[in-house]
């Protein structure tokens, strides 16, 4: 089963724009991450944000955590034509962290 | 990506057919994880090895096989048991902890014709 889903499943945003996707997930967890993935090739890692975290930014992107509502927000900012792609969410449950639990993505494509 | 290797790129297997997709690494990473990915979908966890010649199921490993025999290397066997292998799959490669990324490959285009 998929721990994590993501909202929405599709997004189309013009360039500049910002773009918001959420994250939901089931159970606790020790980290959540973020991936891109390009059509057809393999996920890229984007950014970790640990459980007793709340927010966390990488040049354009905004990761924030709510660990009471189970949820995750990924924000990209001023966005660009070469940020479309699928981007994942993906978790590390708390006792088996080892693994990692990817939810069902959201499609973005950045219109020029 | 980034030292990790899948051949084939595509593949194309006949019914009833066994087939073996490779991932080579060469990061030094313990741990290995082989994903599949539906058109449309998110990636689903098939096997995971934290370590030479030991292995996990993950959510759907029924109709596939691995080995660990070393460490850089986790083949994948899909076989005549799995009934709808058409899909892409993917492996990825972890450093030991918990708070580590994903390195993944390119993946590997399985067909059923």
């Known amino acids: 089963s998929q721990q994590g889903e993501e909202d929405p499943q599709a997004l189309s945003i013009q360039e500049g724009e910002n773009a918001t996707m959420n994250c939901s997930y089931k159970?606790?967890?020790?980290?959540l991450q973020w991936y891109r993935q390009n059509s057809g090739r393999g996920l890229v890692h984007l950014i970790l944000i640990r459980s007793n975290e709340r927010e966390k930014h990488s040049g354009r992107l905004r990761v924030t955590l709510d660990t009471s509502k189970k949820s995750s927000s990924l924000l990209i900012t001023a966005s660009r034509a070469a940020d479309t792609a699928s981007y994942f969410c993906a978790t590390a449950p708390s006792g088996s962290a080892r693994q990692l639990t990817f939810g069902s993505g959201t499609q973005l494509t950045v219109l020029p | 990506d980034g030292g990790i290797t899948q051949s084939p790129k595509y593949l194309f297997r006949k019914e009833g057919q066994n087939v073996t997709l490779s991932c080579e690494q060469n990061l030094n990473h313990d741990a290995m994880y082989w994903y599949r990915q539906d058109p449309g979908q998110g990636l689903r966890l098939i096997y995971y090895s934290q370590i030479v010649n030991d292995f996990q199921k993950g959510d759907i490993a029924e109709g596939y096989s691995v080995s660990r025999e070393k460490k850089e290397s986790f083949p994948l066997t899909v076989t005549s048991a799995q009934k709808n292998p058409t899909a892409f799959y993917l492996c990825?490669?972890?450093?030991?902890?918990?708070?580590?990324?994903?390195?993944f490959g390119q993946g590997t285009r399985l067909t059923v014709v």
């Open positions: 159970t606790s967890i020790n980290n």
């Open positions: 990825a490669t972890r450093r030991d902890g918990v708070e580590t990324e994903a390195f």
